[in-house]
Structure formats: structure tokens, C-alpha cells
């Protein structure tokens, strides 16, 4: 049966790893623990706060990462060049986390992913015609920044320069490993060993492993593939990947053009390990835990010490995964711990989840000649089950999801909460019909499912589920929304998730630009970030976003005295990103008198006190 919240138990295996990784305890505990006052739904084309706080700006788009001798300024024209780009902030910012120094809670690196490209923003001219200097631009504006900040009398600032600061993007050298690595599937004309790409792009959750290192997620990568004519393979067509694209990298870059390089592609979908205290340091792809629309690589420990990385697949009807390491982490976030961790993610098995009607799950091993999974079914090795990851599970019988986005572990009880943010085309004909872990058809609305693991240990292959939340506007019956507490805020379209320390769920919304404001979304306002209390099932709407804007990203400091969140495409009106923008913030006020900007803002309480409370 499904379980309630007086069955979770604390997982002392989660409660570590998130005091390892992360923030203090710092969080008082008590009946009702969300201490601000919930901010009203809004079309406001600005960030809205709770009384009492402030948000401030940090690291917009074009803004210099601190590489000493390289800080150009932003070009509000777009000017910037290709190679000025590389040594600015990415644009629309995403998942990140806060890493203190020495200890410090007012002092530390903070790593953020870049998802995408807006490239009528982007470039003075727009996206058409593509050269070859637009191409570059654009893969510089994707990737990961890892940049220095520091909390002075004035707020938070970046530390200019840094020894630190580094820019990752879609053309940075990069190492191909694991079970994957040197197989067929991912060799090419211009890496003939497949141990080598250029690059990483599509980012957007992420993770942070014991040891300090930053994993960052490919997701959408197939939207940079194309080619003039192109009959897509099954295997292509499994991963979205055809003839269109986005952007039109193909014409001026060769490695995209899907005809002449069709495995190009299969070395994209990864988890990517970074370490941001060494900025010399060659990111990794890490191959053993297989290749999908990455979304979240969220870290626990297990029982006997094993690491666990939790991941879903965030497409319409695609699946849920864990991967547990074959070995025990090395405690530790210096550089021997570093170094003594160093091959852990490229041994281990993958899962992916199937959910029982009964409340009971099963994680599914994706190991090559079990299950199903061999050489009959068209797999003739683990490197090809990891690279086609989709397939493998298609044959074991997981559970096809509302697309599973953002997952985080509960620090008190050890459960894991994962967003499904939505499917308008569940239950429609041809499809997939409804089940009892994604039970509406036609979902606009999503929602978060939780679940714990057997005896609270991550490498178990049982776990009890439920639903936490059904999302969406009460008024409207037909959309089944149920929330834990009468009195809580609605909201749509969950994305981000992140625990603090203290055991408050942080809920991040990505309704879609088009239909903001409108229709079944009328009341639920722009965009938002919530703060929800899984003891009391309270739900308190925290920050409402400007207009267009998705909100993602979360991390506290260790203090839990100041929130860093991420506003991802402001004056976004169309999903596809194309339209005139209906915002001009940060810069400006009215749309139109400013390019609006991706950034980091940083939210604080007047008083200095903890976040929340």
C-alpha cells in the first residue's frame, strides 16, 4: 500500500550525504515551519518576494565568469563576439549549486548549468543566415560557468577575477568514459577511438557527488542535429532526433549533420562530471549511467556506504532510473577524495523503475544478457544497452512517466520526490493510457510522486510510492488537482525540486510561455517558486518570476541565509522560443527597451535571518 508520512524513517544514509555535500542543519523544527508570507499568484513582469526580503541580481547573461585578463563587458547590441562569449555567462541559466570555501558560508564557488540558446537574442541579426562565427557563439552560450561569489556589507558579489572561474560550453574538450567509452557506437571521423568529443550542451538539471564534483545533464541534445534529407533509424527516432533542428549547426559545422555523422549523436544524453576546484581539470562523461534526456543526477549514499544517482528521462511516457556504483566512496571533498573517487561513476549497475498499482515499485536491472536485454533483443553489449538506454528499458517493462524532471531525497526521512511535470497527451488516442503513478489523461498540470526505498537503504530493488501532490487550480474539477493541505498554493507544471537542510522542499514551476496567464493556467500566474513542509503538507507559494520566465535552479548557503534561484528566459510567449519578447528584464521596464536576460538572483531575508522561516 501506498505509504503515508508517518511511515517514512529516517535514512541515515541520505541525511550523510546531504551534510556531506551540502548545508547545516539550521532549520528550527516545528508544527508550522514556513515562516513568510505567501506571495499572491501574478503577472508581474518582475521578481515578487515575500515581505521582509529582497531579491538581488547576480551573473546575468553576458556577464563576465572572472577569468583573469578576459572579462569582456556585455554588449546590450548582442555584439559580443564568439570568443567573448566563452568568458561570459551563458544564457538561460538552470540547475546550479553553491560549494562554500573553507568552510564558509559567505564565501564559495557557485556552479550553474546554461540550457539553451534564444538565438534572435543572441546575435544583432538573428539566427538567420548561420556562419560559422554564430555557430560558435552559440555553443559558447551553453554549458556550465563555475564562478567565485562572496558576501560583502553590499550583498552578494563575484570575486573579479577568480582562480576558479571557468566557462564550459559546447566546445570544450572532453572524456569520454565508462562501458560506453572507445565502443563503435561512439567513434567518428574526427575521434576514431570514441574516447574524445568536443563539448557539452543541452544542460540542465544537475547534481553534486560526495567528493565536490559537479554533474551537469544533457537533456535536449537532438534538437542540434539535422541534416538537408535525412530517413531517420529507429534508434534515431527513439531519442527525437531527425531532420529539423533548432539551430542549424549542420550547415557550417559537419560533426551535426546527422547523415555524414550519424554517431556524433550517441556521444550526447550523458551525465558530465566536473570538478570546479581545479579549473585545469577535463570534464567526463560518465558513460555507466546510460544515455536519455538527462534530467537530475541527484546523489545519496547507500547503506553500506555505495553511491546511488537518482535520474529521470525528461520526455513524455519516458522512465525513471538509479544507478548504484559497484564501489564504496572514499569520504572526503579535498583532493584525495577527489582523486580516490575519481573512476567510481564508471562502475555499477543502472535501474530503471517500474511502478505497481498496488503502491509498490521495483527497480529493474539494465545489465546486458539479463531481462531480455542480449543480443536477440539487438543489444550486442553494455556499451550499446547504456548508449541506447530507451530500448533497454522498453524491453524490461518500466513504467512510462509524465516526464520525470528534477528528483531530491528527503534528509529527515530519506524519501525521494520526483517531478513530473506533465503530459497533455497521456490517455489520448494511440497513446499510452493512464495508470496508477501517472493517473490523468491529458495531465497540463503534473504534479511530484515520492517514494521510499526498502529499509531506507538506496541500493534496495523495492520501494514503497505515493503521490504527494496532484498539481493545478482547485476550481477547475476536471483537472483532479490534490495538494497534502487544503490551505496550500496552487501550482502547475513542477520542475525543480531541491531539499534545504532542514528538511523544507523547495518547488520550482515551468508552465510554458504560451499559455502563461491563459486558459486552464489563468489563475496560477507566472511562473513560481513554492516552499512546501512534507511533515505538515503545508504548500506556500515563495517567488513569483517576471513574465515569460521559467524559475530553476535552487541552493541554499550552509546558513540557509541566502537562496540563489535561477530565471530562465524571461519574455519567453511561444514554447519554440521564437516571438517578440514580452519582457525586458532585468535591464529594462518596458518590453522592448532592454534584451531580456537570463540570471542568478539571490534572495534574502531584511533581518539577516534564516530563509523561510
Known sequence: ????????????????????????????????????????????????????????????????????GAMPAFAPDASNSAAEQAQQAGMHHDGMHFLPLDGSPDRGLLVMNHEYTDEQLLHPDGASPMTAEKARKSLHAMGVSVIEIALTPAGWRQVLPSRFARRIHGRTPMRISGPASGSPLMRTAGDPTGERVAGTFANCAMGVTPWGTYLTCEENFQVYFGAPKLSPTPAQRRYGLGAGAWVDYWRVEERFD???????????????????????????????????????????????????????????????????????????????????????????????????????????????????VDAASGFASQAEVLVHARQAADIVGATRMDRPEWIAVDPASGAVHVALTHNGLRGQPGMPPVDAANPRAGNLFGGILRWREDGGDAAASGFAWDHFVLAGDPAQPEAGARYPDAEADA????????????????????????????????????????????????????????????????????????LFVNIQHPGETRADGSGTPNSAWPDGILPGSARPRSATVVVRRRDGGIVGT
Open 491 to 562: 501550482f502547475g507544471c513542477p520542475d525543480g525540486l531541491h531539499f534545504d537542510s532542514g528538511g523544507l522542499l523547495w518547488i520550482q514551476t515551468d508552465m510554458s510561455g504560451s499559455a502563461i496567464g491563459k486558459g486552464p493556467m489563468a489563475a496560477l500566474g507566472n511562473n513560481q517558486m513554492l516552499c512546501a513542509d512534507p511533515a505538515s503538507g503545508r504548500i506556500k507559494r515563495f517567488l513569483v518570476g517576471p513574465a515569460g520566465c521559467e524559475i530553476t535552479g535552487c541552493v541554499l548557503t550552509p546558513d540557509c541565509r541566502s
Open 1 to 68: 500500500m501506498p505509504f503515508a508520512r508517518r511511515q517514512f524513517l529516517r535514512s541515515a544514509a541520505a541525511a550523510a550525504v546531504v551534510t556531506l555535500i551540502g548545508e547545516a542543519r539550521a532549520r528550527p523544527a516545528g508544527a508550522d515551519r514556513l515562516g513568510f508570507g505567501a506571495v499572491p499568484a501574478t503577472l508581474r513582469d518582475a521578481v515578487t518576494v515575500p515581505a521582509g526580503y529582497e531579491a538581488q541580481v547576480l551573473y546575468p547573461w553576458g556577464s563576465p565568469t572572472g577569468i583573469a
Open 258 to 372: 546527422l547523415a555524414k555523422h550519424p554517431n556524433e549523436s550517441n556521444r550526447f544524453g550523458w551525465v558530465v562530471e566536473i570538478d570546479p576546484f581545479d579549473p585545469a581539470s577535463t570534464p567526463v562523461k560518465r558513460t555507466a549511467l546510460g544515455r536519455k534526456h538527462q534530467e537530475s543526477a541527484t546523489c545519496t549514499l547507500t547503506r553500506d556506504g555505495r553511491l546511488a544517482v537518482y535520474m529521470g528521462d525528461d520526455s513524455n511516457f519516458e522512465y525513471l532510473y538509479k544507478f548504484v556504483s559497484r564501489d564504496k566512496v572514499r569520504p572526503g571533498q579535498d583532493a584525495a577524495a577527489r582523486a580516490a573517487n575519481r573512476d567510481l561513476l564508471d562502475e555499477g549497475t543502472l535501474h530503471v523503475a517500474r511502478f505497481g498499482a498496488d503502491g509498490r515499485g521495483q527497480w529493474l536491472a539494465l545489465r546486458h544478457g539479463h531481462g531480455g
